[in-house]
């Protein structure tokens, strides 16, 4: 594979290791501080007030016997969230999402908060807060959202990206399309073509810390919010916006993070909470419960798509299409706009088509989940791939290394690929010894390919050198799964001394400049190119001090291995100076030694993933078992293999959760029927084996180190390796996920009585 | 508001008093009172083992029992685990395997685990897995955390044979 050479030579020290984490004892030991651990003084508990319609019109909120009961301190409804949004869409639909405005949209919208000294006060008050509702006509399901008789949610939702402009309102909020050739002309090439439709379940990140702040806001119009957040700057921004607050006045630090995954990435409480803080004028803690969380926060989109697949007898894709449906929730999204772009992206179809439809339903507003609409459009593709391959009697693996996109394909969303990873997944995956082992009676196995895009963004990092040489490392993207670990490795690599020496921390917004969020698996891909200019930044410094003290011109000194150096025939004799010598010199050399950098980290390199998944499925109960799991994914380069291993584990870990269980189960009334640990069941030890791993390292070339993001990709293709995997097993094909027990068995049951029939005519 | 009543309790060994409402589950009397926020919420309804305490030895989650009732008990939390300044071999496997992430699942995992360990130091793979069943993680897939717990046990049963042959 030809790709740029230039860092695959680079010669390591401390990249590569696995070295242990800097907040480990921290979190082991209980000390952490999450969004909920932080106090004070003077705090009051706060709690919303939650809609237990799916879609009602707000007649009348009466507070008035709340307001009367001891202890309270601050009642809030929309009226104190006045719209300051100016006409920014999104950013109203934010402030609405937070705290309902006349109507309440889905079961579990805010209507109302309180503020008391405790939480059985503030319970209480809840309690006697009145809301009058008139219930209005709901739906909850994309594809009857979408049909001409549901009941529209926004009177102002035109659908955009069609020509000619409908001229009524409906819940079709957006149509995409991407593709590039002719797909008429290919499906006309096509010896087969299979056409199939697939649905998928509203699934939740499930991070174990439900969302949790702490608000304080003065008269002045000083602000502070500690708040578990994946992008305390976005939050930062959001809050101000929302709160008519200057951007500098409102210091976020973000808490130790329990889990993201894309749903911390946005705002739900935290304005909730500094309003009530501003009209109480005490700081307000506000923890969101379980419930709250899976009612009101982040789920992914529900779907139900199309795909069109044809072929040669001999395996070469001619044309494919895909149709996404996906909703947003409340709101509109950019859900199937996502899906478009990366339903086909691990291969290079000459002629294809997605078009995406962003749809509206009473459902919570939908949040980034990991690789946000890719597992869904991949598992109808990846699907289906097999049944193609099947068809025209080729082997899986096979059928798409025949397909698989390189250097130089074009993706679906236009450009062209650089050095990418997916064919040497899929050759890493055919020689993996997984793909040899036994299968017995009701066992299967199946592979999937998976793509994410990754991102980079705009990135701040301060480095300070102590005067002891000891380095610490300041970064404004919040450390989601050791990053912290990577980050410092980084540093040392660059400065030329040991991991140990570099202390690594997450910055608030008062002590660092705007850092995107983090998201798209760009932690370490654009912290780690900041931290890389920062440490060059920072020898520079060095450089010059080093010059000083050895009174010889600046540009006779190198650095190297931690050391400068005079080089030239004169200097020849000068000892070298080591980082901790200058260090120490340095109140009298020119003052504090530090390293800067801001950039817009660009170039993030595609992420791609193959698995493999043997499963046995009980046909008595429908059970699916995951009897061993592999992940073959590119990491570009691996700075710390065991927070890749780690990010690769874990994102498998929720996409077997999602293909397996995990589902939003809406009641006709429109209102969430399991919003809890208990029926949203999330995988458990027990439920699954050893996941194995395997980091492939096809540099990045527009990163230094060559890194790309890991973090999202291999959430992507379980869905479809263990519906493969399934059908390889029963024989039958699964095309609604999850596939719970009872939708196999019922799957089951269907394809013995089509055979009964078949042998009985 | 509710009747408070007066408990006291031993937490990780020290002797704690506090008011509880009646109505106050221990999660929050921990949090709030006592002040060991190494318990951590992650549902309030026993199904995510983050607050996984011991209660008298038994493992229990926190917010399945009522402040008022840890009375006249023991209570351990992750807080509890660190013995004369030096990690347990549990927390040591924990850091040195990676088997956190973000963590947050991290002291209830340790505190079922160790109550797996100390009454069954040499648990085979399944064994883990289903004493481990009652405790969430949604970072690591659990690879890391069996195999955590699998080198913890192991360096236990050698310095316990090594403190029996002494």
Redesign the interface.
């Known amino acids: 594979m030809a790709h740029d050479n230039s860092y695959t030579g680079q010669k390591f020290e401390v990249v590569g290791n ?1 070295f ?2 800097p ?12 969004g ?2 932080a106090s004070a003084p003077g705090q009051l508990v706060g709690l919303v007030l939650r809609s237990p319609h799916a879609h009602a019109t707000i007649k009348k909120i009466d507070a008035s016997k709340a307001e009367k009961l001891p ?1 309270v301190k601050a009642i809030i409804t929309a009226e104190d969230l006045p719209d300051l949004t100016g006409g920014d869409r999104g950013m109203a639909d934010i402030l609405e999402n937070c705290m309902a405005r006349g109507r309440a949209l889905y079961d579990g919208h805010a209507v109302a908060a309180v503020a008391a000294v ?4 503030a319970r ?1 008050a809840l309690k006697l807060i009145k809301v009058s509702y008139k219930k209005l006509p709901h739906v909850t399901d994309v594809d009857k959202a979408m049909k001409p008789n549901a009941p529209v949610i926004h009177d102002w939702i035109i659908t955009g990206g069609v020509d000619p402009k409908p001229a009524k309102p409906s819940n079709i909020a957006n149509r995409t399309q991407m593709g590039h050739g002719d797909v008429e002309t290919g499906f006309a090439e096509a010896d087969v073509i299979i056409e199939r439709s697939y649905k998928t379940e509203q699934t939740h ?6 969302h949790a702040c702490l608000a304080s806001v003065n008269p002045d119009g000083t602000a502070e919010l500690w708040v578990t957040t994946q992008g305390p700057f976005t939050y930062r921004t959001v809050c101000a916006t929302l709160l008519g607050l200057d951007i500098a006045k409102l210091k976020v630090t973000s808490s ?6 894309g749903g911390k990435t946005h705002v739900w409480t935290e304005p909730v909470a500094l309003a009530l803080s501003r009209k109480a004028n005490r700081p307000v803690k506000l ?1 969101m ?2 419930d709250e969380v899976f009612r009101a926060s982040g789920p992914t989109a529900s779907t139900s798509i199309d795909i069109k697949i044809g072929a040669t007898k001999k395996g070469v894709i001619t044309a494919a299409t895909l149709e996404l449906r996906y909703q947003g929730g409340a709101f509109p999204g950019i859900w199937a706009m996502l899906a478009c772009m990366t339903g086909f992206a691990c291969y290079d179809i000459k002629n294809q088509r997605s078009v995406g439809w962003d749809v509206i339903v009473n459902r919570p507003k939908v949040a980034a989940y990991r690789a946000p609409s890719a597992p869904m459009a991949a598992y109808a593709v990846e699907s289906t791939m097999d049944i193609v391959a099947q068809e025209i009697g080729m082997d899986a693996v096979d059928f798409r290394l025949k397909n698989v996109a390189k250097e130089g394909a074009q993706a679906p969303y236009g450009p062209l690929y650089g050095p990418i990873g997916i064919e040497a997944a899929l050759k890493a995956v055919k020689k993996h010894p997984q793909m040899r082992a036994k299968l017995k009676k009701n066992q299967g196995r199946g592979i999937a390919c998976g793509f994410w895009f990754n991102i980079g963004g705009q990135t701040c990092v301060d480095l300070n050198v102590g005067t002891d040489g000891t380095v610490s490392l300041a970064v404004g993207t919040v450390d ?3 990053a912290r670990s990577s980050l410092g490795m980084i540093a040392a690599e660059e400065l030329g001394i040991s991991y140990d020496e570099v202390k690594v921390h997450v910055a608030d917004t008062a002590s660092l400049g705007h850092n995107d969020t983090t998201e798209g698996s760009r932690g370490t891909f654009s912290s780690g190119m900041a931290a890389i200019f920062a440490a060059r930044d920072a020898i520079e410094v060095l450089k010059g001090r080093a010059a000083k003290m050895l009174d010889v011109p600046v540009d006779a000194i190198v650095w190297e291995n931690g050391q400068a150096k005079a080089v030239g025939k004169q200097h020849g004799n000068l000892p070298k100076l080591s980082l901790k010598e200058i260090a120490a010199k340095s109140p009298n050399t020119g003052g504090p030694i530090a390293g800067h950098n801001e950039v817009v980290a660009d170039g993030a390199g595609m992420g791609f993933a193959c698995h493999i998944c043997d499963v046995e499925v009980d046909p008595e109960t429908g059970l699916t078992k995951i009897l061993r799991y592999t992940v073959v994914q590119d990491a570009g380069k691996a700075i710390h293999p ?2 890749v ?2 990010q690769f ?2 994102a ?3 996409g077997i959760g999602w293909a397996l269980n995990e589902e939003y189960v809406y009641g006709d009334d429109g209102r969430l029927q399991n919003p ?3 029926d949203y069941r ?7 084996p ?2 194995d791993t395997k980091i492939l390292e096809i540099p990045n070339p527009n990163h230094p180190y060559g890194i790309r993001g890991v973090g999202e990709t291999s959430i992507v293709p379980p869905l479809g390796a263990i519906g493969n995997a399934i059908a390889d097993a029963t024989g039958v094909r699964m095309n609604h996920v999850p596939m719970s027990p009872i939708r196999v068995l019922e799957a089951l049951d269907q394809a013995a009585t089509l055979e009964d029939q078949v042998s009985a005519g | 508001m509710s009747e408070a009543v007066m408990v006291s309790t031993k937490v990780n060994g020290d002797v704690v008093e506090f008011a509880c409402p009646t109505d106050e589950v221990l999660l929050d009397s921990l949090r709030d009172r006592v002040g060991v926020t190494g318990v951590k919420e992650g549902c309030g309804t026993g199904d995510c083992g983050a607050c996984s305490i011991t209660l008298d030895g038994q493992l229990v989650c926190a917010c399945l029992v009522l402040g008022v009732e840890a009375g006249g008990r023991e209570i351990g939390t992750v807080e509890g685990l660190v013995e004369d300044g030096q990690l347990h071999p549990l927390q040591e496997k924990f850091i040195e395997h990676a088997a956190l992430q973000c963590g947050i699942c991290t002291p209830g995992f340790l505190v079922a685990a160790k109550a797996l360990l100390d009454n069954n130091p040499k648990p085979s793979e399944t064994e883990i897995r289903y004493a481990l069943a009652g405790n969430l993680c949604r970072c690591t897939g659990y690879d890391k955390i069996v195999r955590a717990v699998q080198a913890a046990a192991k360096d236990m049963r050698k310095s316990s044979s090594r403190s029996k042959k002494r």
């Open positions: 696995r242990i984490r907040d480990g004892v921290d979190k082991v030991t209980g000390k952490a501080r999450y909920a651990d202890g405790d939480a059985q006060t209480q990140q499930g991070y174990i810390e439900p130790e993070i329990g889990g993201g995954f923890v419960t379980r989601v799964g050791g065991d927070y291993e780690g584990q874990g498998a870990a929720q809890g640990f208990l999330i995988p458990v030890c027990s439920d699954l050893f996941i």
